[in-house]
């Protein structure tokens, strides 16, 4: 099997910086992503919103607690979830859309799909400034051209198969990390071929691997880091924290807090995230630590 080094990542030269609507956006230090669910079957409840005032209300309470981007959905990605088609999808959406493309103009959205014309309706009529893709382009083969020709941000996640089937493909013969690593490096090269040069990494923590394989696959992020473009770590409240402690979604904030710390300090520049004073806090003092430390 083709092995990834070190020198299949020498053409990513790519500073930690992305074209944000036509400015510089710079990962100097990291982010918050707020997550906006417009879905009625998230796995954490709390985090569904569908009423104009409810969507407000969490757009606001984002903003106040030091997020930068909000990634919006409108398609459940856990195992169990109803499959929706894209009309359905793009209807869920589209008055999120409308309040932040009306009253939040300059706030950079991303949406979560996996649908080509989905992404495309979203950027071209309501101005979203990235894409995040949980099949890498797998689930829809239109989505790297469709992603080129928009020329907007790529959020790349690893998953194998689909939300239904994905836990029944956790088998890495060449070991968890070495596959991640090819499946970016290969993924990565056909985009910068098609002309795709913002790219955001998400190594898809929940996605096609066991829990004890998101144990390994965080204390491999350093690896991941070496690719040197923005690492997007999404564990947010996730089975991986509440199955390991024995305890629901709603009682897993401290857990989330914890891992999100480590991943800061192991190179994560987007915390995607339901809780976004508590993982603002944990930027500013990891970053602290790491200023202390430099001095």
């Known amino acids: 099997m083709e092995s990834y080094t070190r020198d299949n990542a020498e053409y990513m030269k790519n500073?930690?910086?992305i074209n944000l609507n036509g400015k510089l956006y710079s990962f100097d230090s990291p982010k918050i992503m707020g997550i906006l669910n417009v879905t009625p079957d998230s796995f954490y409840a709390e985090s569904r919103k569908q009423t104009e005032r409810d969507i407000t209300e969490r757009i606001e309470t984002i903003l106040r607690e030091g997020g930068e981007i909000i990634d919006i959905g409108g398609y459940s990605s856990r195992p169990d979830a109803k499959?929706?088609?894209?009309?359905?999808e793009i209807s869920r959406l589209e008055p999120a859309l409308s309040i932040l493309k009306r009253n939040y103009p300059d706030i950079p959205v991303s949406v979560d799909t996996f649908r080509s014309k989905v992404a495309r309706k979203c950027v071209e009529e309501y101005h979203v400034s990235i894409i995040?893709?949980?099949s890498g382009g797998d689930l829809d083969k239109e989505m790297f051209a469709?992603?080129?020709d928009l020329q907007v941000p790529y959020i790349l996640m690893h998953m194998r198969g689909t939300p239904r089937t994905m836990q029944q493909q956790t088998d890495y013969p060449a070991g968890l990390m070495e596959e991640i690593m090819l499946y970016f490096s290969r993924k990565v090269n056909q985009l910068h071929q098609l002309g795709v040069n913002d790219i955001i990494l998400d190594p898809g923590f929940g996605f096609s691997k066991t829990l004890d394989q998101n144990y390994q696959?965080?204390?491999?992020?350093?690896?991941?880091?070496?690719m040197n473009l923005p690492m997007l770590v999404g564990i947010s409240r996730k089975s991986m924290i509440y199955k390991f402690l024995n305890c629901s979604p709603e009682e897993s904030l401290n857990g989330t807090s914890i891992l999100n710390t480590f991943a800061l300090l192991n190179g994560a520049d987007i915390l995607r995230v339901h809780d976004v004073q508590i993982a603002k806090e944990a930027v500013l003092l990891t970053e602290k630590l790491k200023a202390t430390k430099e001095c």
């Not at 499959?83 to 359905?88: K, L, N």
């Open 15 to 17: 500073s930690k910086t």
């Open 83 to 88: 499959d929706v088609s894209e009309e359905e």
């Open 132 to 134: 995040n893709d949980i």
């Open 146 to 148: 469709t992603v080129a």
């Open 217 to 226: 696959l965080m204390n491999g992020l350093q690896e991941i880091a070496t």
